[in-house]
């Protein structure tokens, strides 16, 4: 059996299946003023990639895995809340990106979206040019009364198309271009409608644009009907209008706001924010062409610490650009580049110092937006504010989590203790052999799962796909290896069931998708030089004692708090059997995931222990 996390894309925002709807949403889990309720579960679980091993993977062990992980996340938010963690720079550096995009997200729904409109007028009209396709020649000229007197000769009707310029040589210097016109091909929508209503033989009033005046003279009308039953074909017309529509009214709304602004971003700044990102590019193998990186790369966590630190503070919290009377400094342009991850492919420095002058236009423009969405208040709006706590609240308990990791650190005796007497009986301590393929965008993931979804074997996909991974061979196989030899590849991949497709995770820039094929215990038998693989056993030793560390402050924190479940709620969810990794495309630009990806917390919590915490 396969489960295949499927890569969706929405366009602008996140449509729940009316379906998901049911009546009496009951609650699942309660403390305080927090409660989670069965529609809070299914909508999140619908959304995000999620997948229990305990319970041989059953849906009964999946829905309570996942309400057990939500209860954790929500656990350690309240925790961070009250300790001040919602202060601290680290939380904002890395929210502050992901509260601006929800925002102008917020600011196109109101300003573009909802005034974007189909009457029945409309869909009437869109419906008989989509059973049209027109053949004509597209005339260009910088001449006006040109243009017009080539006009006024075509429409005598006296020509014929294949006669049309051997009978009016003086038009012979007019540009032109055969084409072929259909629904949606022009972005004027008038125009449009003057094209469409006209008949072979005869040309269109001249329409003013960049490149000079446009005239089109129709050749041809040829009929493309479909049926008007077809309802995606319906739906797919209305929504070639409506986002022609958008997409307009955005560029005049941009226009708009955007001209009266004049910003000047702080060059001094911007030239040292660029030199460290440009040291790090040049850190990295080169093509040997010289000019370009062996792969696109995105800077890392560990490298914007680094560039914080390099540059220090008083030069991150410099005036990077203000708009009125609001700062903008260095820090905030850095957090933008960490939330929207762009690639580089070039360690040139010209070319890298291009690359972010661009991203730094871009994030005045953002930045500008987002302003205009706190002038209306949007930040008010009762969906936007849950949209924000849930982001917040996942954010803040990974960063409670992570400040965690200097109380469970692994000393040198403890690694050596381990891998004396410890390492041979660890049930956790696993050989595994994956097929695994790496890519760099989740369009080439959706890719993958569409082979495997019509039948091609994943190892054939794997073995086309070739060694796309350090990890694996030329057939896009590791072979049998200790588990914690690969990473956090085989710490995931060691609690898998056989041959289930799994993904995609995201390392680093890439995306990856696996499957495990084989697994075995480790025994006596199996000797690994402790000297070479110190930093491994110690690291794999570490997530052991910070899983154990983080089921017990679980366990504290339910207990602090007073947490109530109710898991006979559980058995009336309805949700389908599809996996979804949905990426949310946001208003003016941008995504983020559909929902905040839900960490498995029920992996390592002992749930016997919790549930005698949490049940009332």
Not at 62 to 69: A, G, K, Q, V, W
Not at 292 to 307: H, N, R, V
Request: net charge neutral.
């Amino acid at each position: 059996m396969r489960i295949k996390l499927l890569l969706t894309f929405i366009f602008f925002n996140i449509l729940i299946n009316s379906g998901f709807s049911q009546g009496g949403d009951k609650i699942l889990a309660e403390f305080g003023n927090t409660k989670i309720t069965q529609s809070d579960l299914r909508n999140r679980l619908e959304l995000s990639p999620f997948i229990s091993n305990r319970g041989g993977g059953s849906r009964d062990s999946l829905l309570s895995d996942f309400l057990y992980s939500m209860i954790a996340e929500k656990l350690w938010y309240n925790e961070a809340s009250a300790t001040g963690f919602e202060q601290s720079e680290n939380f904002r550096f890395y929210f502050e990106p992901v509260e601006e995009i929800i925002l102008r997200d917020a600011l196109f729904n109101k300003e573009i979206k909802s005034k974007v409109l189909l009457s029945a007028d409309d869909v009437q009209r869109a419906l008989e040019k989509a059973q049209v396709i027109i053949k004509c020649r597209i005339f260009v000229s910088q001449d006006s009364s040109l243009i017009q007197s080539f006009i006024d000769s075509v429409n005598t009707g006296r020509y014929k198309s294949e006669d049309l310029l051997p009978a009016l040589p003086r038009f012979s210097e007019l540009q032109n271009t055969p084409a072929e016109l259909k629904l949606g091909t022009l972005r004027d929508e008038d125009a449009e409608n003057t094209v469409f209503s006209l008949i072979p033989g005869q040309a269109s009033p001249a329409f003013r644009t960049e490149s000079g005046f446009v005239v089109f003279y129709i050749t041809d009308k040829i009929s493309s009907p479909f049926s008007l039953t077809d309802e995606k074909a319906i739906n797919d017309i209305k929504s070639t209008v409506r986002e022609r529509r958008v997409f307009n009214l955005t560029e005049s709304y941009l226009i708009n706001l955007l001209t009266p602004y004049r910003i000047n971003i702080n060059e001094q700044l911007f030239t040292a924010a660029a030199a460290e990102i440009h040291r790090i590019l040049l850190t990295l193998p080169q093509a040997p062409s010289g000019d370009t990186l062996m792969k696109p790369y995105a800077l890392t966590e560990s490298d914007f610490t680094g560039i914080k630190s390099a540059l220090g503070k008083e030069v991150i919290s410099g005036e990077f650009f203000r708009i009125d009377d609001k700062i903008i400094t260095l820090n905030r342009f850095l957090s933008d580049l960490a939330f929207s991850e762009p690639l580089f492919r070039s360690g040139n420095k010209n070319q890298v110092f291009q690359r972010l002058s661009r991203l730094a236009k871009d994030f005045v423009q953002k930045q500008i937006l987002t302003l205009e969405a706190r002038k209306l208040n949007l930040g008010n709006d009762p969906a936007v504010m849950k949209d924000i706590q849930s982001w917040k609240e996942n954010l803040l308990s990974q960063i409670l989590k992570v400040s965690y990791l200097d109380s469970v650190r692994v000393t040198d005796s403890e690694t050596e203790e381990y891998y004396r007497s410890g390492l041979s009986t660890d049930k956790d301590f696993l050989l595994i052999n994956l097929t695994l393929v790496t890519v760099q965008s989740p369009e080439e993931v959706e890719n993958i799962l569409r082979l495997t979804d019509t039948g091609t074997s994943f190892e054939s996909v794997a073995a086309s796909y070739g060694r796309t991974d350090s990890l694996v061979n030329e057939k896009g196989v590791t072979g049998l290896k200790p588990a914690l030899l690969l990473g956090d590849l085989g710490r995931t991949a060691s609690s898998l069931p056989l041959n289930q497709l799994y993904g995609p995770i995201k390392r680093g820039s890439s995306f990856t998708v696996f499957m495990v094929t084989e697994r075995k215990e480790v025994g006596d038998s199996v000797k690994i030089d402790f000297e070479q693989n110190r930093e491994i056993i110690r690291n794999h030793l570490f997530v052991k004692k910070l899983n154990r560390f983080v089921a017990g402050k679980t366990k504290d924190f339910a207990d602090k708090y007073n947490v109530k479940v109710y898991p006979q709620n559980l058995q009336d969810i309805k949700t389908t059997d599809i996996k979804m990794f949905v990426h949310r495309l946001m208003g003016f630009g941008g995504r983020i995931a559909g929902v905040p990806l839900l960490d498995n917390w029920a992996e390592f919590i002992d749930s016997t222990e919790l549930r005698k915490v949490l049940l009332p």
